[in-house]
């Protein structure tokens, strides 16, 4: 199986040029980088649309994509799938889904630890204050929570929340890490793509 990639970006669909960008993205760092297609309210159809869009980009790039919470949709495209907390857990999807697909599962608490079993990698957060939700007040993990927690699951922890460069560097335990604004908003997302590569090594 391939390697996992180092940096999952998340869309944001409110973005007019986020093809383009993730295109970008994706033709500069290939498999090292994921997309994540999640779209919160978005109707099924479009939902599906956009994702075999992602998928078609995807496939020219050899960058992985990953559905959020669908798995028909991933099915469909042919696309890895990530499990919110709502979700059913890794372990009654595997057997839905062909070998060679991931499953990522979104972990933010201890308690959640056990859900990664038969999980690829989870995505650990909050870490830091997310950018690209200025009005979220849960509690941070900050760097040191980051660590015990990714230090107690099962597969690779990726940190989302808050994610630079400068405070990548700071996580011990992470085997990658996740963006929506810390790639998609930068004026240059190639470059801050790179630059949280830069950090991870």
Known sequence: MAALPRVVVITD?????LVERLRAVAAAHGPQ??????APGMVLRDYLARAR??????????TPLFVNARLDVALLCGAHLHLPGEAPWPSEVRPLLPAHRWISQAVH????????????????????????????????LGAEGFTRLAQALPCPAYALGGISPSSAVTLRGAYGVAAISGVLAAPDPVEACRALLDALR
């Open 13 to 17: 669909w409110g973005l007019p040029d």
């Open 53 to 62: 869009q992602l998928a078609t980009l995807s496939h020219t790039h050899g």
């Open 109 to 140: 608490g201890a308690d959640e630890a056990p859900r990664t079993h038969e999980a690829d990698l989870a995505l650990v957060s909050p870490v830091f204050a997310p950018g690209s939700k200025p009005g979220d007040t849960r509690p941070t």
């Open 33 to 38: 980088v994921a997309i994540q297609h999640r």
